[in-house]
């Protein structure tokens, strides 16, 4: 069980647009800054959003990051056939004093 | 180019010591944070441990707390995690990260070296 709740998966058709949730608490999302991380199947894991909205080097803005209170979300605009790979996002936790991921969702563009 | 290598994964028994190492290039070492993640196959990403750019402050994961020993030296740009009385839930590929705030603005990583835990 994560301390930060991601759904397992969302999908979409190509040009579509997908949102994916990450909710916390307290003690993570609402006063630390969220992070969003993707993975290909065994590679390691990219940073794309850090800071809660800020486009990592050399990521495509069809990628874009928000929070509110204690979830925050990853949206995906305009998907293409090579976003399909797993999300993960990650904050700061003061009670554990440790990083947090979520447990990641699978984006399969249909 | 930032280039981030791990070393030392290997098969150990329970019970058993391991340590790894992450030699870094590219960057100023000694003027982040650093962090190993792990992943457990077919699993997700878990945070182990994370360590400030001297080396005075150090946190980790509380399922590793007293098993695991995160250090770094600064002139040999180079991490190590220390793994002690190892588990077969200890088994994952761990990962190396620069963290760019100590709060998991993990931007840079390495590929990986995988630790399998079995007797």
């Known amino acids: 069980q994560s301390v930060l709740t991601q759904p397992p998966s969302v999908s979409g058709a190509p040009r579509q647009r997908v949102t994916i949730s990450c909710s916390g608490g307290?003690?993570?999302?609402?006063?630390?800054?969220v992070h969003w991380f993707q993975q290909f199947p065994g590679k390691a894991p990219k940073l794309l959003i850090q800071l809660d909205d800020v486009l990592s080097s050399g990521v495509s803005d069809r990628f874009s990051g928000s929070k509110s209170g204690t979830s925050a979300s990853l949206v995906i605009s305009g998907l293409q056939s090579e976003d399909e790979a797993v999300y993960y996002c990650?904050?700061?936790?003061?009670?554990?004093?440790?990083?947090?991921f979520g447990g990641g969702t699978k984006l399969t563009v249909l | 180019e930032v280039q981030l290598v791990e070393s030392g994964g290997n098969l150990v028994r329970p019970g058993g010591s391991l340590t790894l190492s992450c030699t870094v290039s590219g960057i100023t070492f000694n003027s982040y944070w650093m962090s190993w993640v792990r992943q457990a196959p077919g699993k997700g990403l878990e945070w182990v441990a994370n360590?400030?750019?001297?080396?005075?402050?150090?946190n980790y994961l509380d399922s590793v707390k007293g098993r695991f020993t995160i250090s770094r030296d600064n002139a040999r740009a180079s991490l190590y995690l220390q793994m002690n009385s190892l588990r077969g839930d200890d088994t994952a590929v761990y990962y190396c990260?620069?963290?760019?705030?100590?709060?998991?603005?993990?931007?840079?990583w390495g590929r990986g070296t995988l630790v399998t835990v079995s007797s």
């Open positions: 360590i400030n750019r001297d080396g005075s402050e150090k």
């Open positions: 990650a904050a700061w936790d003061d009670s554990l004093s440790g990083v947090v």
């Open positions: 307290n003690s993570n999302i609402a006063n630390y800054d």
């Open positions: 990260a620069r963290d760019g705030s100590r709060e998991g603005n993990l931007d840079y």
